[in-house]
């Protein structure tokens, strides 16, 4: 899961620029998705996940590590995209409810990435999905996922990177 757990950082942190809605208003004349998201956070991001897959796959490839699962290139990329692109869809319900930026939305915020980057991979890779994701699996996912998101985004709020620590 890291090429999935690791965008979302990384588009925080390196996040900036110009918004991926270029500032525009839906048709409820809320902003679409807000200035967090930005393109340049995205294509980090992107680049972030997609970077620590290719590591992944040359650890499973050279037997670094059996016990990984074997990624796919495929399986990399749309667990990174997904991610994100979880996070923005996240972002524009966020807007409808009148959630503003940092505000916070339980559970939606710990798992809106992951629930992205699971649904893109199974619409791109079902293979791989149907391979690697056993329920165990899935529900060590679901259990780690809250208590990673909230003890990364605490250590990123200590640091002076996150406004908000959820």
Sequence with gaps: MLPAYLPNNIAAIGGGGTPIDFG??????KRIFGDGKTIRGFILGVFAGILIGFCQIFAENSGMVPWFFPHSIIAVITLAFGSLLG???KSFFK???GIERGGEWFLIDQYDFVI??????LLCDPEWMINTMNFSLLITILVITPLLHRTVNIIG???GLKKVPW
């Design 116 to 121: 992205g980057a699971l649904l893109l991979t």
């Design 87 to 89: 996070d923005m869809i």
């Design 95 to 97: 807007r409808r409810k």
């Design 157 to 159: 709020y200590k640091m």
């Design 24 to 29: 525009k208003k839906w048709t409820d004349n």
